[in-house]
């Protein structure tokens, strides 16, 4: 499994770019990326337009995923330790359309208002983690 995501690492790449007047690294596709990678990022943004958040996530979770012999038994702590911890950083993922992981997460009975971001987002990690995880066992 872990030449499988090594292989899968190499299909991506780090670019500088410039948004909003500053430069900024972002993750992209690699020219070597297979359509079966494209495909499962794709799945991994659902509904949205392609999304720099979502490509380093799931970029990020393959990468934790080289540190631990069982992925599934450890998904929860992997997708925990990449939830941001701030509360700035929360809610500018939060404005950037993800409204309805904050509903899930108020549903699920989140304490507070950072509570609720917290889990919003571990809901929305999670998710990529599900795509990753489908592509790994194919």
Do not use: C
């Amino acid at each position: 499994m872990k030449t499988k995501i090594e292989n899968y690492l190499k299909m991506f790449e780090i670019k500088e770019v410039e948004r909003n007047g500053k430069k900024k690294s972002i993750v992209v596709f690699a020219d070597n990326a297979s359509e079966e990678l494209k495909d499962s990022v794709r799945m991994a943004h659902g509904d949205s337009l392609p999304n720099d958040w979502i490509f380093d996530k799931y970029h990020s979770i393959l990468n934790a995923m080289l540190q631990y012999d069982d992925i599934e038994d450890s998904r929860s702590e992997i997708v925990d330790s990449l939830v941001d911890i701030y509360a700035g950083d929360l809610t500018v993922w939060l404005n950037d359309n993800n409204i309805y992981y904050l509903d899930e997460a108020i549903e699920n009975g989140a304490k507070n208002g950072t509570d609720a971001l917290v889990q919003a987002q571990y809901i929305a990690i999670d998710e990529i983690y599900g795509e990753v995880l489908a592509l790994l066992n194919k």
